[in-house]
């Protein structure tokens, strides 16, 4: 077959973009027909893939960070060849249960490496792509050894995790990452410069990359550039001057080729101008044939792979299938964690659930080898830092504890990256009033099933003096609220164990677990073989005879509820006491199991050191709630829980309250 | 009274800030120690404040980004004679009830000018303050002309939300913003360099601002620079590099020295190093005169400010009193909104809610100038831009448009410092998904009883192909949680004029707006002298006969409670409809009024397109919820509807099946 030509590749693409946005009525056709150029250069050129195999697992990695331009990737995947992106998929760009939706999702479209939409999640998530690969060849050799290239606009750029990102690329040294920035100049209020000045090439210079500039339209160039960037030692950004909506004749290089259809006439304009002679969604034979050469091109490579891995030492070779094809957790976790268990009933511990969880993490690092920690600067205090686990430097990725830095959402985004790419059980912490920061990262990593774990420390006004500012009181809640984020709060060293079990068992999703900074007293007492925290509540304490009056408390509240529930009993009064590690995953529960830990007592009452919100559907309107109506203060902790009245006798006064009502 | 040598002046700043968080025995004495000497000569050399009036309109502005180094600020304004932080609060650092919290409080200490701690947001928000200075300048003129200064760590300048507000500062070239850097290479988990390679200077340089580095001990340099800096034409970064825990022998340059008490033989040490020969709190005569002198310097400045204060004509005086100094609101707000009310109810619009805020904000504007309109480069979408409001620019402040560029964070902030600083209503705009973005600067906000207004449209899934990336469903309930967040979801253009009124009358906190993209029927149909949503919620549609049923719902979804009211009543069954704009605003309500809106019918069902968490403290643990159980999907919205069951029959089976239990 001859030779087709760059631009009628590119075309193809543009066209493909234009004709799609338009049927569907909606979408972003601007990024896609500006990239165009690009994305071509990159796919035919350097890209090492197999469209008959996308997931194999030692492909580059590409991300569209601008993921609102997604029909550039429907194209590139339909042109290739992948089976899941079909001409008919394209044709239902944003139509429900399409794979092509208006933002690539990963768990809709298996092909598409990573969630991105939401701007600078695809630039930060990157970052845990591209040290996924630098941890694995460390471990497992050069069965691992791939780029990961970033496409990322002004508005990826523009957010402030893409600082953290590229700072964290940068001090890693992570050279085979690459960006190319689709710099158009244009954001949806008009001209950039209605907002922006900053010079991107030398502020990536100033974080330790490798930078420069291209006209991202000269495919000469372009490949240059890639060259450029693959032998360098630092990563790369390259700045691709690119006109926003290349070709439509009126609309190219303004904002009004960024977020809508162009229009029949001025889509016709654009296929005029292009020199694209053709209907909506026809390619041309010869184009596409081209663009399906390319999607073989990776062949031989993925064979040759192939038998490389084959002749990995087994162990090795299994290790490889379970953690990065196969995705499975070891099943040695529960053992260690059993056993766990037992040493804590046999010798009870006064700890920080903070410290609960790293005597879990002790337990669990020798068995669990993706295990990889990490905190955002605060090591000492999330207590993440087991001695097992050596610190990964610029110079050696053969450890296995991160440090962030100061960044949260920068973490929780190279975590989703780490765990996408396969490999790795990220785990990371900061205190639980910061998941803020974290908390767009988080989203994505509970809408497209990431398997991550945050280390949430200091979990509320118990952490005392530092006050309000770092006082969680709404962020259980806020994180409740979240589908398919599992929220733990232990109330010992148990439970710790336990919620860590199911952390790490979770491959669906990601799970918070909220830890104490200060000590409490262990109120699991007794053997047992089952995970009780499973269930997300379970009772802890019986009534003594038939129960008046349920007490349910999470965390560091338990003990009070215990506590209350001895001042019941002195009182005459039946209490029990009900754990609820989890309440996301109580109200999970089907409706027979849920009512029968929830119990019929005809007064209920919940203590927790944050605000009501959500606990209704466990207490009903009528039920009482000791606990935090505002934000909180600065004092020693003791004097915090008396001062907003979260005690035994608060407890106690409610349900008798309602007893007597 | 003879002149005071610069280093004893600063170490009675290490001396306080070592002595209280001994006594405290909690606290980070290293930043205090390391910025006495940058804090020393900025106070008693360059900073415009007289301590007698801590709030005079015209003094420099100070900023602590820093705020876990509270005691520096704690320390200067005890020196300079403030009346509020007295030697007594700095004894009580830490201590319930003191004015000395672990991080400063704006709403707890009058005489501090913003809340910080979590790390980042001071930085952020003094972009805001500094724009606040120059859009009243622009305005009033030089009875307006101050600096802001900033002192911030390592920390901050880590966070994301630092590059979104130096980007923003840069961009508006804002001269009079002078951050002082605290250099002193070291974080929690150990040496700066174990995370970060950040050239900090070549970084602010690649963002348009002036920068350099000095020896932040020197203070002959420190005063050169702030000189030079105060003559800039752009926001300058002063990097000092300076020792954490200055003058401890054994813990100066180390992370022991960050956050945690010396200890008493370390402290010794520090003191005799310092040469400070005085015991705990002591502050000789010739050092506190000395400082004291200080505090005095700005107050013929003062003097001289309130005569040409005097001076400006009455209108004038008059407008910059009531929205600088006093705060209040004009009280032409209500007579606005009835009107638009009035017009709206003789003309029904079924427009989106957020065209019905561009309605109110069009009526709003004339009566508000201290409105300050914009967006996170979302204009067009969210409708914040009025024809009255001109853009803000480099080289013109005084329009009331700000494009904050793809920043919602850094919106936040600096709408945070634009409020704290006095003389502006600021209302920003995103998507309501993105105040995941914005949510550590609204918490700030929260927190501190900063009054501004969030412009969040696209407010569910029915913004529709998007997508879940975009489509917010725990975002209400997450908003919801916060502690003196009001949060209203209007249900037509009358409810959002009512809504806004309530927000802009609201000087005590923020408030989001959660705004429809899609079109809505208008349901409020009679004329109402009263604002129906002050309450929250209110009966919309009474029953035919005493209820059977309660419907209760709030933005979009109210006219599907309407259509299912309808429904019922064909049935036989007497439904009432509550509208709820404001669900945290009617649980807020006394528990007669609050009882009274929710109704005794037997029956109660909620429909918001939503999570269902938080609406069982309204219809408990039994009723009905039609909603949403996860994340939404791309599609036109009208599809979504009914693909996720949102629709009127829903709602009407939903009741008729409780009913019939």
Tied chains: 1, 2.
Excluded at 198 to 219: C, E, K, L
Excluded at 287 to 305: E, H
Excluded at 331 to 353: C, F
Excluded at 473 to 496: K, W
């Amino acid at each position: 077959m001859a030779q087709v030509d760059h631009s009628r590749m590119a075309n193809a693409i543009r066209a493909l973009a234009m004709d799609a946005v338009e049927k569907a009525k909606s979408g972003h056709p601007g990024l896609p027909m500006g990239a165009a150029d690009v994305a071509t250069v990159l796919w035919t050129q350097f890209l090492k893939f197999d469209a008959a195999d996308p997931h194999w697992p030692d492909r580059d990695r590409f991300i569209l960070s601008a993921g609102h331009g997604s029909m550039l990737l429907y194209a590139l995947l339909y042109l290739t060849g992948n089976e899941e992106v079909t001409l008919d998929q394209i044709k239902n760009f944003r139509q429900l249960d399409s794979k092509t939706p208006g933002h690539p999702e990963n768990c809709i479209t298996s092909s598409v490496e990573t969630t991105t939409g939401p701007l600078g999640q695809g630039v930060a998530s990157s970052v845990g792509t591209a040290l996924a690969e630098r941890l694995l060849q460390a471990e497992f050799g050069d069965i691992v050894d791939h780029f990961t290239y970033v496409l990322c606009s002004d508005g990826d750029l523009m957010e402030g995790v893409s600082h953290e990102a590229i700072a964290l690329a940068g001090h890693l040294k992570l050279s085979k990452l690459i960006f190319l920035y689709d710099d158009n100049g244009i954001s949806i209020d008009g001209p950039l410069s209605l907002t922006d000045n900053v010079d991107q090439v030398a502020r990536f210079q100033a974080h330790g990359w490798n930078s420069f500039r291209i006209d991202g339209h000269d495919h000469k160039a372009i490949a240059d550039a890639i060259r450029k960037a693959q032998a360098s030692d630092r990563p790369t950004m390259i700045a691709c001057k690119t006109t926003i909506g290349f070709g439509a004749p009126h609309k190219a290089g303004t904002s009004k080729a960024h977020g809508e259809p162009l229009g029949a006439e001025e889509l016709a304009g654009a296929k005029k101008a292009l020199g694209w002679d053709y209907g909506p969604f026809e390619i041309p034979d010869d184009v596409l044939g081209a663009w399906r050469n390319v999607g073989k091109q990776g062949a031989s490579a993925r064979t040759d792979w192939l038998t490389r891995f084959d002749a990995l030492p087994a162990d090795k070779r299994d290790d490889f299938k379970r953690r990065v094809i196969d995705r499975k957790r070891p099943t040695a976790i529960a053992d260690a964690i059993r056993t766990l268990k037992d040493k804590l009933v046999s010798e009870p511990q006064t700890i920080a659930t903070r410290k609960a969880s790293e005597l879990a993490l002790e337990a669990l690092t020798p068995v669990v080898p993706e295990l990889l920690l990490g905190s955002a600067d605060l090591t000492p205090s999330n207590n993440t830092r087991v001695k097992q686990a050596k610190d990964v430097t610029p110079d050696d990725f053969s450890g296995r504890y991160i440090h962030y830095g100061i960044r949260e959402m920068g973490m929780a985004a190279a975590m989703n990256g780490l765990a996408m790419h396969g490999g790795f059980a990220p785990a990371g912490g900061t205190f639980l009033c910061f998941t803020d920061y974290a908390r767009p990262s988080m989203r994505v990593a509970a809408l497209s099933h990431v398997p991550v774990v945050y280390i949430m420390t200091h979990d509320s006004i118990g952490l005392g003096e530092d006050g309000p500012t770092h006082q969680p009181v709404e962020h259980l809640a806020a994180l409740r609220a979240i589908p398919n984020m599992r929220v733990f709060r232990p109330a010992d060293a148990v439970e710790t164990a336990e919620c860590w079990q199911l952390a790490l068992e979770n491959t669906n999703g990601p799970t918070v677990l909220a830890l104490s900074r200060q000590n409490l007293a262990q109120v699991r007492t007794a053997t047992s073989e089952a995970n009780l925290s499973a269930t997300g509540g379970y009772e802890l304490i019986p009534a003594p005879g038939k129960a008046q009056v349920s007490i349910f408390a999470t965390g560091s509240e338990v003990e009070i509820a215990v506590a209350a529930q001895k001042l019941l009993e002195v009182q005459g009064v039946a209490a029990r006491v009900v754990s609820v590690p989890s309440l996301d995953l109580l109200l999970a529960q089907d409706d027979a199991t849920r009512a029968a830990i929830i119990g019929d007592a005809p007064v209920k009452v919940a203590v927790e050191a944050a605000v009501r919100f959500g606990w209704d559907a466990v207490i009903g309107p009528d039920g009482g709630f000791v606990g935090m109506t505002g934000f909180g203060a600065s004092a020693p902790a003791k004097d915090l829980y008396k001062h907003f009245g979260i005690t035994a006798e608060a407890v106690a006064d409610a349900a008798k309250r309602r007893l007597a009502a």
